[in-house]
């Protein structure tokens, strides 16, 4: 229990660090598939899902702003994305489903507070012999810190990939990322697209 807390604690602490970030991913493939065949892909539905906080704004046009980092991501993978899938490209094809949890910013509000610390101030004295020294003295001192609302961008997207021929189930991706003292969740989605993209590109 107590060391429980201790994790929790160190958690909440670490939230209020400018800059400060997490990431939790968890997939399933297929180990029988082989991911490295694929030539083309099919983008099928990407649906925003309600998010939990109260103070959550989706980002503009969020669907299209998936469609668009997906897209890049796997073209960057030589995976061609949309059109027809015919002849042998059609076996080497897969349809891709993204439900997105969350893919905005929400704030996190920090009460005022005051900090004690100890700094090092430099004086003037003198030496047993009457001469000006510069001396180092610790000093106490308090830093008031006010109260503020705190952004934090999130972006959590599933994919869930099935064989275009088949129908069956090859891969399912979750993939969580928040960033403190953050608006533009650009960069997190870029990089779990590109995450992705790699994991269908490969066995």
Do not use: W
């Not at 080497?92 to 439900?99: D, E, G, M, Y």
């Not at 910013?105 to 005022?112: L, N, S």
């Amino acid at each position: 229990m107590k060391k429980l807390l201790t994790s929790l604690v160190t958690f909440v602490m670490l939230l209020a660090i400018p800059g400060f970030s997490s990431a939790e991913k968890s997939q399933q493939k297929d180990k029988s598939y082989d991911f490295s065949r694929i030539k083309s892909a099919t983008i099928t539905t990407i649906k925003a899902q309600p998010y939990s906080e109260a103070t959550y704004k989706a980002d503009f046009d969020l669907a299209g702003k998936v469609n668009t980092a997906l897209k890049n991501a796997l073209s960057g993978r030589n995976i061609k994305v949309g059109g027809a899938t015919l002849g042998s490209l059609a076996k080497h094809s897969v349809n891709i489903a993204v439900s997105v949890e969350g893919l905005g910013v929400f704030t996190v509000h920090e009460d005022a507070y005051d900090e004690t610390r100890t700094v090092d101030k430099k004086t003037v004295g003198k030496d047993e012999n009457g001469k000006d020294v510069v001396v180092t003295v610790p000093t106490e001192e308090v830093v008031h810190h006010p109260a503020k609302d705190v952004p934090h961008a999130v972006a959590i997207l599933n994919f869930r990939v099935t064989d275009s021929v088949t129908g069956k189930d090859i891969c399912s991706v979750r993939d969580s990322r928040e960033r403190n003292d953050e608006t533009d969740t650009s960069g997190m989605l870029g990089r779990i697209c590109r995450d992705f993209a790699k994991t269908i590109s490969k066995n």
